[in-house]
């Protein structure tokens, strides 16, 4: 006898429960709880086994025993599905079904379906236009209770048998049109004589019309038909138009067979308020003049499903074409990418992270990437249009499109997904994509899905993986910009002669054509692999750099990138394959000379667009840089082993500088990184020169300790493309030590550590300016900690104290640091703050400033630093603050200057709107600083005049193309309203 014990080890959830159920059915049921064991959920099987005992009789048990293949396929269908026990309780005799033999190794044919729906409700198959002779109430409840047989047995088979689900989805689909056409032989005879009028087809949609329907799914349809002959038009859209409100209504009302699923005929020209039906004639003068891209998309899938086949033949071949061109049309990739948003967007958040089918890595993901993917490339290749999304899949990896391992695990985390929906969609028969969230539900889909040992953690463990893979994939196929571009470029205009290549370039902004065809003819010529994928990219990379502010400039560039890294494997391919990366390279070579010259001299950083351009850490780039100068060092001089510390900074001002044109990081943290960058490149070469000196002297440990004490922008992590590091230099010596021996050991390490930062090479030099150091030019360009601390008692100034403000010790000995940095807190938050004489000082050396150091012929309106609401302006006025103030609010004391603002706002020393445009005015103008640099290749401090540069400006800063005068118009506006608050606060 089976104990409560042994239940539960097969997975009974109710042991208490089943024990008395397994009791009351005697010895038959023991051969069957193995079987049970399997089940998706074992409780429910076994009751509707006993249900099934009741009404069948003694024998049921025994004879269910006997035939080990359907008491598997039978189980399976109760374990998984209550709907499908729910009809077999009303029709207990159709679980012999489930004991045909060819079950498991036969699919049906589609024509067998229709036969036997249609005599299910007394329509003769063989009739041209069958009609329903059954009572129309008894003829809708034959078809439901025929089409569930039908259901029963393909759910046995898929259950049990683990058919693979691209056959269970067509089934579904055969078994979907036969059910129309049943439904609308029933509708003839609603419709009586009158039908005879017209010719009426169904063209099925969506997935039905692709070969790959759900268990439970609105069927899509489109309603097309002709007029009988002698019939008037009029006559016949009437008569069409309830042939098609009827067939829909046979299969959406309740009855007491229930529903079948609703038909969605809103996919039809102009929608649910165009006209039901239409003849092909119709269909093709609405979509030649008012379809939308996303109706050409959808009739990828159109199929005549039902009614007059040779009709809805005919409908197919006239619209196909549409599809073929729909890639043309002006912003057709655009739309469908922003469609595919609009579907993300608008699903519940409630339900986002549980969203089989239009969630982010969810069923929408690979059909939307598949179907673009065809429509740009199918114009020309007839291969790939496959209605069927693991058939065009299939097609698009063996004609190159999809690579083959993507192609591979697309489908198989397509598949995966479809198999999740199936099940669910079993369970109630009830159209739904959410997985459940609690335990119990999960457990059964898991268990439906056949794992039976830890089903919930091995689920959401295989749904994770999937669900990643398909949105890597997505990305990666979907939004390849590549697509966008060759689905502008007409059919007939791909190879062009010299003369159209040339009026083509200038059209789209060539300055210079003959010389863009130079390098097109440089790049493609030759019969090499290289060259041909320069042909198939060059009609996209020429479009994207036209969107630039220079493409000439562009195309210059991507001739001399391509050949320095031509023939490395990964260079053309990952521009053709990986994701952004194409467009992101064609808009950095358009745009910006200084990030362009980076790639030049190291190339090999392209290979940073494919990934994170987050920032490094300062951390981690001190560890790569000491590591690799450490590694050189050992063999070579400190000149090389410190040219490797500037190689790596090369390839991080790549990194930042191409984060921020790609628009994927601020300014904030823009002048944090380069500032963090300049801190570890700092720390690799003061710790390579200091090994160096001491092997030359033969010395053990260095006679002192040296500090850089980063200043100005630097401290303050504000650092721009165009600036230079301003630092002091301090240094203490060891116990012990001869104070001349350790100042000599501190200056030449110094000296060396400038001069190897200075020299010229593939990167920007790094200039180290100390002239913020006690006496300026004049003084000792390194000093002990009491001799900083005896200048700063008897002679420094206050514009000495000011500077000391974004004073931030960030390299070299950590307690000397730290000791610098005590010793001149008191001298920039003094106690008290600032007397009245001391604050008139500040303005008047403020006001010197502006009349002395703004260069001559600068437009004060629009220089960047010196002029009205500039960099100076905002800075100073923070400054004045955290001087007066400090002493007594501590967020004032702080290097950042936004961070000084916000604090003085929160201490209400400043009006919270006039510290909100101070802020939004030092941010704005810092990112011109930044674009105007990347865009010219070197520093300036003006606001471009020309339309070039302001193009270029403009669209670093996120300006659509031809807005140049907004941007203008906005820094104006910005900075005019940062001087007025600067003439409140800084001038009283």
């Known amino acids: 006898m089976t104990s409560k014990g042994e239940l539960l080890r097969l997975g009974f959830n109710d042991p208490e429960s089943a024990f008395g159920t397994v009791e009351g059915l005697g010895s038959g049921i023991d051969e069957l709880l193995a079987i049970l064991g399997q089940a998706a959920d074992p409780d429910a099987a076994l009751d509707g086994l006993a249900m099934l005992t009741e009404s069948e009789g003694d024998g049921f048990l025994d004879e269910l025993a006997g035939d080990e293949g359907t008491a598997m396929r039978l189980v399976s269908v109760l374990g998984a599905s209550p709907a499908l026990t729910d009809h077999l309780a009303r029709h207990p005799e159709h679980w012999r079904e489930l004991a045909d033999p060819t079950l498991g190794t036969t699919r049906p044919a589609a024509y067998l379906f229709r036969a036997s729906l249609l005599r299910a409700v007394g329509a003769e198959p063989a009739d041209e236009n069958p009609v329903a002779t059954l009572a129309d109430a008894e003829a809708v409840d034959a078809l439901r209770v025929e089409y569930r047989r039908w259901l029963l047995r393909l759910a046995a088979r898929d259950l049990a048998h683990e058919m693979p689900v691209d056959d269970v989805a067509a089934e579904l689909s055969d078994l979907a049109c036969s059910t129309l056409d049943a439904a609308l032989s029933v509708a003839r005879a609603r419709v009586g004589e009158e039908a005879a009028a017209v010719r009426f087809a169904v063209i099925a949609m969506g997935k039905c019309g692709g070969h790959e329907l759900n268990y439970v799914s609105d069927v899509d349809v489109i309603f097309v038909h002709e007029a009988a002959d002698g019939v008037d038009d009029d006559v016949a859209l009437r008569v069409a138009a309830q042939l098609g409100s009827h067939l829909m209504q046979v299969c959406s009302d309740h009855t007491g067979e229930g529903s079948i699923w609703p038909v969605d005929a809103a996919l039809r020209p102009e929608g649910k308020a165009g006209a039901l039906s239409r003849t092909i004639t119709g269909h093709v003068g609405y979509y030649e003049r008012w379809a939308s891209t996303w109706e050409f998309q959808a009739l990828l899938k159109a199929r005549a499903a039902a009614g007059d086949i040779e009709l809805g033949q005919a409908y197919v071949a006239a619209v196909n074409p549409f599809v073929w061109k729909a890639a043309e049309r002006e912003g057709f990739v655009g739309d469908t990418q922003a469609m595919r948003r609009r579907v993300i967007a608008h699903i519940p958040s409630r339900n986002a992270n549980r969203e089989l089918k239009l969630g982010a890595g969810g069923l929408r993901d690979v059909e939307f990437a598949v179907q673009l993917l065809q429509l740009v490339h199918g114009r020309a290749d007839t291969g790939i249009r496959e209605p069927t999304t693991l058939s065009a899949l299939a097609a698009l990896t063996r004609s190159g499109y999809v690579g083959r391992e993507d192609g591979e695990a697309m489908h198989e985390a397509y598949a995966f997904l479809r198999r999740m929906e199936h099940r669910l969609q079993l369970y109630r028969l009830q159209r739904t994509h959410v997985v459940p969230d609690d335990e119990e539900s999960l457990r059964w889909l898991a268990r439906a899905l056949g794992y039976l040992r830890d089903p919930v953690a091995r689920l959401q463990k295989e749904w994770s993986h999937q669900r990643i893979e398909v949105r890597r994939l997505h990305e990666k196929l979907f939004y390849r910009p590549l697509l966008d571009a060759v689905a502008r470029i007409p059919s007939g205009q791909v190879h062009l002669s010299t003369k159209a290549a040339e009026e083509r370039l200038t059209a789209l902004g060539y300055a210079d054509p003959k010389a863009a065809l130079r390098h097109l003819e440089a790049l493609t010529k030759g019969v090499s692999r290289r060259a041909a994928l320069q042909r198939a990219l060059l009609p996209v990379m020429l479009e994207w750099l036209s969107e630039g502010a220079d493409p000439d400039a562009g195309l210059f560039g991507f001739r001399r990138i391509s050949d320095a890294l031509g023939a490395t494997p990964w260079y053309l391919r990952s521009l053709r394959d990986e994701g952004l990366v194409a467009q992101h390279f064609a808009a950095i070579l358009s745009t910006s000379r200084y990030t362009t010259a980076l790639l030049e001299r190291e190339p090999e950083a392209l290979r940073l667009l494919g990934h994170d351009l987050a920032p490094l850490s300062a951390e981690a780039l001190t560890d790569e840089m000491v590591a690799r100068a450490a590694r050189r060092r050992t063999t070579t001089t400190a000149e090389e082993a410190v040219r490797h510390v500037r190689a790596i900074r090369r390839r991080e001002l790549f990194r930042i500088s191409a984060a921020e044109l790609v628009g994927e990081t601020g300014i904030d943290t823009i002048g944090a990184a380069l500032s963090r960058l300049t801190d570890a490149t700092l720390e690799a070469t003061l710790r390579t020169v200091i090994a160096d000196e001491l092997a030359r002297r033969e010395m053990a440990e260095p006679p002192t300790r040296i500090a850089i004490i980063a200043m100005g922008r630097y401290g303050g992590f504000e650092l721009s493309y165009a600036s230079d590091a301003d630092v002091l230099f301090v240094h203490r010596p060891v116990d012990g030590a001869d104070p001349d021996t350790a100042t000599q050991f501190a200056l030449k390490v110094i000296s060396d550590l400038r001069r190897l930062l200075a020299l010229p090479g593939a990167d920007p030099p790094l200039e180290l300016d100390a002239n913020l150091r006690p006496e300026g030019r004049q003084g000792a360009l390194v000093r002990t900690l009491p001799a900083y601390a005896s200048y700063y008692a008897k002679w420094s100034g206050i514009w000495e104290a000011q500077a000391l403000l974004r004073a931030d010790a960030v390299v070299g000995d950590p307690q000397v640091r730290e000791e610098f940095i005590k010793m001149i807190d008191p001298l920039r938050y003094p106690e008290g703050g600032l007397t009245e004489d001391e604050i008139v000082e ?147």
């Open 842 to 988: 500040v303005r008047r050396i403020k006001g010197r400033v502006d009349h002395e150091r703004l260069p001559r012929g600068a437009d004060p309106n629009t220089h960047l630093k010196l002029g009205r609401g500039g960099l100076a302006d905002i800075e100073w006025t923070a400054q004045l603050l955290q001087m007066r103030f400090a002493h007594e609010v501590p967020g004032l004391r702080t290097t950042r200057t936004l961070e000084a603002l916000e604090a003085a706002r929160e201490a209400s020393l400043i009006e919270a709107d006039d510290a909100e445009t101070l802020i939004d005015a030092w941010r704005m103008v810092s990112r011109v600083r930044n674009a105007v640099t990347l865009v010219r290749g070197r520093p300036s401090d003006s606001l471009p005049a020309g339309p070039l540069e302001q193009h270029a400006v403009g669209s670093i800063l996120g300006y659509p193309a031809g807005s140049t005068d907004e941007l203008v118009n906005d820094y104006l506006r910005m900075t005019r309203l940062a001087h007025g608050v600067v003439e409140r606060v800084f001038w009283e």
